[in-house]
C-alpha cells in the first residue's frame, strides 16, 4: 500500500529541536517531491515547505533558517529538523508527495509550551 | 508575500452548484499558479482533490470541478451531496514559495 506515516511530534518547550520524520511505503520517496504542511489548532493549512527530487529545498519565511529537510534514502525517509521552537510552531504536521500531492500522511503533533 | 484569499464560508442546498474561488493579491490567478484544491474534514488530514488548475485524482468525484474563473482559481460543485460537507483549501505556487489561502467551511443544507 501506497502511503506516508509521519512520527517525531510530541511536547517540548520554546526553543527546543525536534526531528519529524515523513516514512515512504510502496514507493520510492526520493522518486518525488515531499511537501510540509502545518495546522495550527482550529486554523487553517500553512504551506511549509517542499524538496525536490534534486534536494532542492524552499521553505516558508516563518521556519526559514529554523527548519530543515533531509533525506535517508536507506530508510525512504524524508526528515524535518525543526528548532527553536515557537508557541506559534505548535501544530499537526503533514507530509505530502508529488506535484500532485496525492499521498497525505495522517500527522504527527508537535505542542510547543513552556 | 503575497496573500491568498478565499471566501471563508458558502451554502448550498443538496443537488445544487456552488463555486470556490481562490485569489492572489499579486494580481490574476493563472495555470502557472498551479491551483490545487484539497478538501478536508473534522478529524482527518487533507486529501487532494483538484491539482494544476483542472486535474482531477482517481478518488475524486466527477461532480467536481476545477478552473480559472475571472483571475481566480475555482473550484465548481454540481450536485452537491451532504458527504461533501467539508473545509476546502487552495494552495497557489510562487516562485519560491507555496501559499495556502484561509479555506471555505462549506454547509451543505
Known amino acids: 500500500e501506497v502511503q506516508l506515516v509521519e512520527s517525531g511530534g510530541g511536547l517540548i518547550q520554546p526553543g527546543g529541536s525536534l526531528r519529524l520524520s515523513c516514512a515512504a511505503s510502496g514507493f520510492t520517496i526520493n522518486n518525488y517531491y515531499v511537501t510540509w504542511v502545518r495546522q495550527a489548532p482550529g486554523r487553517g493549512l500553512e504551506w511549509v515547505s517542499v524538496t525536490y527530487t534534486d534536494s532542492s529545498t524552499s521553505y516558508a519565511d516563518s521556519v526559514k533558517g529554523r527548519f530543515t529537510i533531509s533525506r535517508d534514502n536507506s530508510k525512504n525517509t524524508l526528515y524535518l529538523q525543526v528548532n527553536n521552537l515557537r508557541v506559534d510552531d505548535t501544530a499537526v504536521y503533514y507530509c505530502?508527495?508529488?506535484?500532485?500531492?496525492?499521498?497525505w500522511g495522517r500527522g504527527t503533533t508537535v505542542t510547543v509550551s513552556s | 508575500q503575497a496573500v491568498v484569499t478565499q471566501e471563508p464560508s458558502l451554502t448550498v442546498s443538496p443537488g445544487g452548484t456552488v463555486t470556490l474561488t481562490c485569489g492572489s493579491s499579486t494580481g490574476a490567478v493563472t495555470s502557472a499558479h498551479y491551483p490545487y484544491w484539497s478538501q478536508q474534514k473534522p478529524g482527518q488530514a487533507p486529501r487532494t482533490l483538484i491539482y494544476g488548475t483542472t486535474n482531477k485524482h482517481s478518488w475524486t468525484p466527477a461532480r467536481f470541478s476545477g478552473s480559472l474563473l475571472g483571475g481566480k482559481a475555482a473550484l465548481t460543485l454540481s450536485g452537491a451531496q451532504p458527504e461533501d460537507e467539508a473545509d476546502y483549501y487552495c494552495?497557489?505556487?510562487?516562485?519560491?514559495?507555496?501559499?495556502f489561502g484561509g479555506g471555505t467551511k462549506l454547509t451543505v443544507l
Open positions: 494552495l497557489l505556487s510562487y516562485s519560491g514559495y507555496a501559499l
Open positions: 505530502a508527495r508529488g506535484g500532485d500531492m496525492d499521498v
